[in-house]
Nanobody
Framework: QVQLVESGGGLVEPGESLKLSCRVSGGRFFSLATMGWYRQTPGKQRELVASISGGGLEDYDDLVKGRFAISRVNAENSVYLQMNNLKPEDTAVYYC?????????WGRGTLVTVSS
């Protein structure tokens, strides 16, 4: 019963920052899994914006490259997404999940709203 709980979203103005957190529980070999952050806006497909391998290799979508930073603390079964210089187009529900050793469920996500 793998569960993922995202937190840290909120309402911010353009240019501000947020740090999202994801806590994983329920019986996965978390430290081996590549973890990713997705985001989804109504009417659009869920898109992968960042990922990090068990060894710490990071990858980013071009839309967030240079602004977002994904990290993990394996001892805490946690994944983070530091989001800097937020833009209105970053507005979405953000989800954390595994990209291998699946299938992985979806959590409730955390809503990020970037608006002036």
């Amino acid at each position: 019963q793998v569960q993922l709980v995202e937190s840290g979203g909120g309402l911010v103005e353009p240019g501000e920052s947020l740090k999202l957190s994801c806590r994983v529980s329920g019986g996965r070999f978390f430290s081996l899994a590549t973890m990713g952050w997705y985001r989804q806006t109504p009417g659009k497909q869920r898109e992968l914006v960042a990922s990090i391998s068990g060894g710490g290799l990071e990858d980013y979508d071009d839309l967030v490259k240079g602004r977002f930073a994904i990290s993990r603390v394996n001892a805490e079964n946690s994944v983070y997404l530091q989001m800097n210089n937020l833009k209105p187009e970053d507005t979405a529900v953000y989800y954390c999940t595994g990209l291998n050793y699946g299938p992985w469920p979806w959590g409730r996500g955390t809503l990020v709203t970037v608006s002036s």
